[in-house]
């Protein structure tokens, strides 16, 4: 295994080097891989680095570990995320044609809430993707998602478009899984109202979304929608 000297932590190249040779039938489904004592040494660094990486796979569902046994291939490696309707198909459903514009993609240190959101080192980076989304092109939605670096890093890379990010992040071996909502009304300020095309102080639904592969968070967003576009209805019972 070779490991490349640049900003990626040598955890991660870990992961992904795992990842590569589970992808190219290296590592087959239920085989044990070397132990983390060999990993250290194949890779040159300490048995503390390989079990990081180690265990992030194992809550990414990507290996299991066996009581007395070790480290193999997760026999059920194929979760998929769960079927949500995306606000793309809800504007389609609509009868409107739906479309995303990326306004700024760049690589930042983020501020400490998106640090712990992301579970990240106080000295790991993320890339952030900003998005209008239009609905027969007019404005409707503003999109700020945060992705770690080291996971996906050729995003930088790429042009992205309404379902790009999480392809991408599928084809890296981080399969989304499951997501955490958190979304109320709030009033639009100046940013926001400029974005959306809006009155200033004009309500608007605010989302706040971390989608995880397994239990290790991968997206972190804030989702802003104009109030008059959508309707949220719950039952209750």
């Known amino acids: 295994m070779k490991l490349e000297n640049n900003d990626i932590p040598i955890y991660y190249q870990i992961e992904n080097l795992i990842r590569d040779k589970i992808e190219n039938s290296e590592y087959a489904t239920g085989e044990k891989i070397p132990s983390e004592r060999e ?5 040159g660094v300490s048995r503390m680095t390989v079990r990081k990486a180690l265990d992030n796979l194992v809550n990414e569902g990507v290996l299991e570990r066996r009581e007395r046994q070790g480290t193999f291939v997760a026999r059920d490696n194929l979760n998929q995320f769960p079927t949500l309707v995306g606000v793309s198909e809800y504007i389609e459903s ?3 044609k739906a479309n995303i514009k990326v306004i700024n993609k760049e690589l930042i240190k983020p501020d400490k809430s998106i640090t712990k959101n992301l579970n990240l080192n ?3 980076k993320v890339i952030l993707v900003e998005r209008l989304i239009l609905a027969d092109k007019r404005v409707c939605g503003f999109e700020q998602s945060y992705i770690p670096y080291p996971i996906c890093p050729e995003l930088l890379e790429v042009e992205i478009d309404q379902k790009s990010i999480y392809a991408m992040l599928r084809k890296n071996g981080h399969k989304p899984t499951k997501a955490k909502d958190q979304t109320s009304a709030i009033l639009s300020n100046d940013k926001l109202s400029r974005l959306l095309q809006i009155d ?3 309500a608007i ?4 979304r971390t989608s995880f592969s397994k239990d290790r968070p991968i997206v972190y967003s804030y989702n802003y929608y104009s109030g008059e576009d959508f309707v949220m209805t719950r039952m209750v019972f």
């Open 122 to 124: 106080s000295d790991e």
């Open 205 to 208: 639904l605010k989302n706040i």
């Open 200 to 202: 200033t102080k004009e």
């Open 39 to 43: 990993l250290g040494e194949i890779c």
């Open 94 to 96: 609509e009868g409107m």
